[in-house]
C-alpha cells in the first residue's frame, strides 16, 4: 500500500514537470481575436484587429466585432500592445483571417511571417488575404451585409468552394511553404472594397502576384481562374463566354465541372519547353439559341472553348513571364521533379529561363451536360 | 416433592445446563430464566392430555413470530384431545405425537435448550413434555411480510414483474421456479453472532466451479459480526478489493437476473431480511448489462448497451472533459462555442473550477435528499432544485448556463447506469481535480490510472476487466454488443469453466 502511495506520488509529481506550455485560464478574460490586419506606417507597423465584443448574458448574449488598431516598431511589438486598448488579454488561436496591405506586402512578407509562424498562439491555417486599393483597416472596418464581422465574412467567402473559381485561397503554411521552395512563387487572394448599396463590401477577387516574398503585381478575376486551372485547383462556378453557333454570336453560360492539368517539360537540343495539357468538363447553365442535340453544334463550341482557354492561358504565361517575372504556376518544380538535371543546370538563373520558356498548350474541353433541356427553349408564334 | 429431589434440581440449576430435564416444570423454570428470560413476547401455554394417564406438556412459542391459528388447530387441539396409552414415556411418547396428535408436515427434536430456544425465536413452536427430555419443534413460522412485487429500483419495460421480498423462503422458491432443475444446489448458512441471520447459498452444481461455490462459503463462515441486517453487510465484508469504490459482488432485486447469472457458473447468497440477493463473481462488463437485454431483440439491446458505455463516460468525464477545455485548452472548441461560454460567464463570480465542484456538490445533495425524503417531499425537492439550478442561479449570474447543461448531462447519464452510480462520482470527482489542475494531461492521467486500476482488481479470482478485453469472437459476444441467443453457444470462460457449453449444436447447425 506504502509503495503504492509513493508511485502514485511520483506520478503526480512527474505530471507538475511534463504540463507544457499551457497553464489555467479564465476564459471570460480573455478577448478573442477574429481577424487581423496590417498596415504600413511611417513609424513602423499598424496592427489592425477585429475583437469579439459580447453584451448581455444568456440567451440574450449578442456578438459585435470592435477594430482596435496598435502601432509599434514591429509586428510582434503590436501584438504585444493590443492588451493596452483591449483591456484584457488578447487570445490568438481563433484567429481566421490575416490581411496584409499592398504597402507591408510590396516591403516584403518576411516581418509578417516571421511573427506568424514563431507565435504559438497563431495558427497556420489561418487564411492569408492581401489588400488591393484600401488599408486592412479599411477592409476590416467595412460593413460586409450579412455576415456579423469582416473576418466572418471572409472566412465563409473562403468555404463557398462553389463560387470561388475567382481567387485561389491560400492559408499560412500553404503560403510560407511556396515562398520556402525552389522553383516556385506565391500568390495571394486580393481583397478589395466595393460599393454595394450605399456600403463598402470587401470582395474577394484575383490574386497579388509575390516574387520572393515581395508583392509584384495582380491577377484579375479571369486570370486568377485560369491561374487555378493550371494549378490543378478544383474550379467550380461559372463563366460567360460569346459563343458563335451557325453564324450568329451570343452569349453561353457554361459551369466548370471537372478539371485535371497536367504540365511536363520536353527537352529539345537543351531547350527546354513546357507541355501543358488541360482537360476541363463544362456544363451548359444557358444556352440561349444553342441546340445541343445536334453533335455539329456541340463540336463547333467545344472547338471555340479550346480555343479561348488555350488563348487566356497564353495570355497568363506572357503576364506572369515577362511582365511579373514570377514562377507562380510553379515551372521550376515542374523540371525539377521531372528533369533534375536540367534543373540544376538553370536553377542558378532560372529568372532568365523563365523568361523565354516556351509552352505547348493543348486544351480539351468537353460540354457533358446541358441542364435539364438539350434543346432551346421555343416560344409558339 | 422431597427435599432430595428439590436438593438435586437446585444442584442441576447450579451447572450450565445444556440439555432438557424430564421435568416439564424444570424445564419451563429454565428457559423462563435463562436462554428467554426478559422476554416478554413469548408464550408458555400449558395444557394436559386426555386418556387414562393424563400428560402434562406445554407449547412454547413467540408471539407474532408463529401462526396463532396453525398451532391452535394443529397443535393444542389434538394434543388436548389426544389419549397417550399408559405405558408410553420418553421418546415413545414424542413418537406418538408426532404420528397420531400433531398434524405438521414439518417437525424436528432436540434436546438442546439453545437450539429449542433459537427456534422458538426464529417462529417455531416447541412443545416440551413432562418425562420426556427432548422438545418437539412444530414449524409455524407466520409472521407478516411484503407479497411479491415489482422490485422499484430495477422496472423494465419487458419481463417479469416480481421482484425478492424480505423473506429467504419466499426468494429461494422464486429462484427455485426460474431453474427447476436438481442440479439448482443450495446451502444454508447462519451469520451473525446475534441475528443469526438465515443465508442461502445457490449455484448449479453441473456449471459452478466448486473451487469458487468453496471459498463463497469458506468467507461467509469466517465472517464475525454480531449482526447481519442485509445483504450489503456480507458484500463488503467477503467482496475483494474493499479499498475500491468498484463492486467485485453485485446485486439486484430480480430473480430473474439471478437465475442468469446462476445458469453461467455464478454462485448467488441471499440473505434473509432483504430483497437483495448478491452474485458473485462480478465483472466491470456486468454493469452494462441489463437483464431486459436478454428478452428483447439483440440489435437493439445492443444499442442500449452501447448507450450505457456511453453514458458512463459522459457522467465521469463531462465535467473534467469542460473544466479542461474551458480552463487549459480554449483555443480547442470552435470559435463560436468558446465566445458563447466567455458570454456566460462574464458575470460568474467564481472560476470554473470551483463552479464545477460546487454545482457537483449541489447535484448531489439534491439526489441524496430527493432518495430519502418520502416520494412526495422527494418530488417537491426536485422541482425547487430544478428551478434554483436552471433558473434562478443563472439568473443571478451563480453560475453560468453552460454549467448547467454540464451538470445535468452528468446527472442523467448517471442514472443509465444504476450499478455504478456511486462509483461514477468518485471517479468524476478525481478527473475534475486532475482535469482542473493539470488540463487534458491530467485527464488522461486520470484515465489511465483508472485503467490500471480496473486490470489490477480481480473477483473471486476472475480479472475485473474479463470478457471485456477478450480477444475471441466468443468471449466477446456478451460484452459491448449482445450477440443473439442461437450465437452464443459458450458461456463466460473465466466463470461457466466447468462445463463451458450453453447451447447444444443441433440448434446452431439449424440456425446457421
Not at chain 1, 478573442?32 to 444568456?58: R, S
Not at chain 1, 525539377?336 to 523568361?355: F, G, I, N, Q, Y
Not at chain 2, 427456534?119 to 418437539?136: H, K, N, S
Not at chain 2, 466448486?210 to 447481519?228: A, K, Y
Request: with cysteine; net charge neutral.
Amino acid at each position: 500500500m506504502r509503495r503504492r502511495l509513493i508511485q502514485i506520488l511520483m506520478l503526480c509529481l512527474l505530471a507538475l514537470f511534463t504540463t507544457g506550455c499551457w497553464d489555467y485560464t479564465e476564459l471570460e478574460l480573455l478577448d478573442f481575436v477574429i481577424g487581423a490586419g496590417v498596415d504600413a506606417d511611417e513609424a513602423g507597423i499598424v496592427l489592425v484587429t477585429e475583437m469579439a465584443k459580447t453584451t448581455g448574458v444568456g440567451q440574450e448574449t449578442e456578438f459585435e466585432p470592435v477594430v482596435l488598431s496598435t502601432k509599434a516598431r514591429t509586428l510582434s511589438g503590436a501584438a504585444h500592445s493590443l492588451s493596452v486598448p483591449a483591456g484584457m488579454e488578447a487570445f490568438w488561436p481563433h484567429t481566421q483571417v490575416f490581411l496584409v496591405s499592398e504597402e507591408v506586402a510590396r516591403e516584403g512578407m518576411m516581418a509578417v511571417l516571421e511573427h506568424i509562424l514563431r507565435a504559438w498562439d497563431l495558427r497556420s491555417t489561418m487564411n492569408l488575404f492581401v489588400t488591393k486599393g484600401c488599408t486592412a483597416e479599411e477592409v476590416l472596418k467595412s460593413k460586409p451585409p450579412l455576415a456579423a464581422g469582416v473576418s466572418q465574412h471572409l472566412s465563409s467567402t473562403v468555404r463557398l468552394g462553389d463560387m470561388r473559381a475567382a481567387f485561389v485561397p491560400q492559408q499560412v503554411w500553404q503560403f510560407s511553404g511556396d515562398l520556402a521552395a525552389l522553383g516556385i512563387a506565391a500568390t495571394l487572394p486580393v481583397v478589395q472594397l466595393v460599393h454595394v448599396t450605399g456600403n463598402l463590401v470587401p470582395v474577394v477577387r484575383g490574386a497579388g502576384v509575390f516574387k520572393k516574398d515581395r508583392l509584384v503585381g495582380w491577377l484579375d478575376a479571369e486570370q486568377t481562374q485560369i491561374f487555378g486551372l493550371l494549378k490543378g485547383e478544383e474550379q467550380r462556378g461559372l463563366f460567360v463566354m460569346d459563343t458563335t453557333v451557325e453564324g450568329e454570336t451570343f452569349p453561353i453560360t457554361y459551369e466548370f465541372v471537372h478539371n485535371v492539368v497536367e504540365i511536363k517539360p520536353r527537352i529539345s537540343d537543351g531547350n527546354v519547353r513546357m507541355q501543358i495539357k488541360l482537360e476541363l468538363k463544362l456544363g451548359v447553365v444557358a444556352a440561349e439559341k444553342a441546340n445541343f442535340l445536334d453533335r455539329a453544334v456541340t463540336n463547333t463550341v467545344q472547338e471555340q472553348l479550346n480555343r479561348a482557354f488555350a488563348r487566356r492561358i497564353r495570355e497568363l504565361l506572357w503576364l506572369v513571364q515577362e511582365e511579373y517575372n514570377s514562377d507562380i504556376i510553379g515551372f521550376g518544380q515542374v523540371l525539377m521533379r521531372k528533369e533534375p538535371k536540367v534543373w540544376r543546370s538553370h536553377a542558378d538563373d532560372w529568372d532568365t529561363h523563365l523568361r523565354k520558356l516556351a509552352a505547348d498548350i493543348e486544351v480539351d474541353c468537353r460540354i457533358i451536360f446541358t441542364g435539364l433541356r438539350a434543346e432551346p427553349f421555343a416560344v409558339r408564334n | 416433592m422431597s427435599f432430595w429431589k428439590r436438593w438435586k434440581e437446585k444442584k442441576a440449576a447450579g451447572k450450565q445446563r445444556e440439555h432438557l430435564s424430564t421435568s416439564l416444570e424444570s424445564n419451563i423454570r429454565w428457559l423462563r430464566s435463562n436462554l428467554l428470560a426478559d422476554d416478554a413476547t413469548i408464550v408458555y401455554r400449558l395444557l394436559r392430555t386426555k386418556g387414562p394417564r393424563p400428560r402434562d406438556c406445554a407449547l412454547v412459542y413467540a408471539n407474532n413470530m408463529a401462526k396463532h391459528d396453525f398451532l391452535s388447530e394443529h397443535v393444542v387441539a389434538p394434543l388436548m384431545s389426544s389419549a397417550p396409552p399408559k405405558e408410553l414415556h420418553g421418546q415413545g411418547l414424542l413418537d406418538y405425537f408426532m404420528q397420531e396428535a400433531i398434524s405438521s408436515d414439518s417437525m424436528d427434536t432436540s434436546s438442546s435448550y439453545k437450539e429449542l430456544a433459537e427456534a422458538v425465536v426464529r417462529g417455531t413452536g416447541v412443545v416440551l413434555v413432562d418425562g420426556c427430555g427432548i422438545g418437539l419443534m412444530v414449524d409455524a413460522q407466520g409472521f407478516e411480510k411484503r407479497s411479491v412485487s415489482e422490485p422499484q429500483s430495477e422496472t423494465v419495460v419487458r419481463g417479469p414483474r416480481q421482484g425478492f421480498t424480505e423473506d429467504l423462503g419466499v426468494n429461494v422458491s422464486l429462484v427455485r421456479r426460474k431453474i427447476t432443475s436438481p442440479n439448482l444446489k443450495m446451502k444454508y448458512l447462519y451469520v451473525g453472532e446475534q441475528t443469526r441471520t438465515k443465508t442461502a447459498v445457490m449455484y448449479l452444481e453441473s456449471v459452478a466451479k466448486p473451487d469458487l461455490v468453496d471459498e463463497v462459503i469458506q468467507r461467509i463462515e469466517q465472517i464475525e459480526m454480531d449482526g447481519i441486517l442485509e445483504s450489503g453487510y456480507i458484500e463488503e465484508l467477503i467482496k475483494d478489493s474493499p479499498r475500491s469504490p468498484f463492486p467485485t459482488i453485485g446485486h439486484t432485486e430480480r430473480p430473474d437476473t439471478v437465475a442468469g447469472k446462476i445458469l453461467e457458473g455464478r454462485v448467488a447468497v441471499l440473505v434473509d431480511g432483504t430483497p437483495f440477493a448478491l452474485t458473485m463473481p462480478y465483472l466491470l462488463v456486468e454493469a452494462f448489462q441489463a437483464n431486459e437485454d436478454y428478452y428483447r431483440h439483440w440489435v437493439l439491446a445492443s444499442f442500449h448497451r452501447l448507450v450505457r458505455y456511453i453514458s458512463f463516460f459522459l457522467t465521469t468525464s463531462t465535467p473534467g472533459l469542460y473544466l479542461a477545455l474551458v480552463s487549459h485548452h480554449p483555443q480547442l472548441l470552435p470559435m463560436n462555442l468558446a465566445i458563447s461560454i466567455a458570454a456566460a460567464r462574464k458575470n460568474v463570480p467564481f472560476p470554473a473550477m470551483v463552479e464545477v465542484v460546487i454545482m457537483g456538490l449541489v447535484f448531489e445533495i439534491l439526489r441524496e435528499g430527493g432518495v430519502r425524503l418520502p416520494r412526495s417531499v422527494g418530488q417537491a425537492i426536485s422541482i425547487v432544485g430544478a428551478i434554483v439550478l436552471g433558473d434562478a442561479a443563472v439568473g443571478a449570474s451563480l453560475v453560468s448556463a453552460p454549467m448547467i447543461i454540464v451538470v445535468g448531462l452528468t446527472g442523467v447519464a448517471g442514472f443509465v447506469v444504476s450499478q455504478f452510480n456511486d462509483v461514477a462520482v468518485v471517479v468524476r470527482l478525481g478527473l475534475v481535480v486532475l482535469a482542473g489542475l493539470l488540463g487534458f494531461y491530467g485527464f488522461l492521467l486520470g484515465g489511465m490510472g483508472l485503467m490500471l486500476h480496473l486490470a489490477s482488481i480481480k473477483s473471486f479470482g476472475v480479472p475485473y476487466l474479463s470478457s471485456l478485453t477478450s480477444l475471441s469472437v466468443q468471449g466477446s459476444q456478451d460484452t459491448l454488443l449482445r450477440s443473439p441467443w442461437w450465437k452464443m453457444q459458450m458461456r463466460p470462460r473465466h466463470i461457466g469453466a466447468k462445463n463451458r457449453q450453453r447451447v447444444q449444436s443441433p440448434s446452431r447447425s439449424r440456425r446457421s
